[in-house]
């Protein structure tokens, strides 16, 4: 990790499992380069962005005990994570909504921008981008 210490890697891990639900169809956030690409996205942004979204995650990660539960996020079961989510995707409070869509959008980018999980699911970037070059060669286009 370039950015994130084991513990904010560990909540946005836990945080994007929650988000993209991606077992037993898809490969668990572990198993892909989610983590590695928010790490990466987060030494490049500026040191402001980097403390915001760090406080945000800890944000997130609290976030359960200030909504009545009796545990952090990391220590929910999934169950209780996914009704969590659904709480925070409804809650009233416009700036807790507006930074949680922030969050879960970076969580989706980072999990579905993976190479080898698009391709699991049909999608080549690779042969998409090597089929518009043979068609522009074939037409005569730079």
């Known amino acids: 990790m370039r950015a994130l210490t084991a513990r904010e890697a560990s909540i ?13 169809l898809l490969p668990p956030v572990r198993d ?21 979204m760090r406080a945000l995650l800890y944000a997130v990660e609290l976030s359960p005990l200030v909504a009545g539960s009796k545990k952090r996020l990391r220590r929910l079961d999934r169950d209780a994570r996914a ?3 659904e709480r925070m995707e409804r809650t009233r409070r416009a700036e807790v909504k507006l930074l949680f869509k922030l969050l879960k959008g970076a969580a989706q980018l980072s999990y579905w921008g993976c190479d080898e999980l698009m391709k699991r699911v049909g999608y080549d970037a690779d042969a ?7 068609l522009r060669r074939l037409e005569g286009r730079p």
């Open 12 to 24: 946005f891990a836990c945080f994007t499992d929650a988000v993209v639900a991606p077992e037993p």
């Open 32 to 52: 892909t380069d989610a983590v590695a690409f928010f790490d990466d996205w987060m030494a490049r942004a500026p040191r402001f962005n980097r403390t915001g």
């Open 83 to 85: 009704r969590w989510l």
């Open 128 to 134: 998409n981008v090597a089929r518009g070059r043979e």
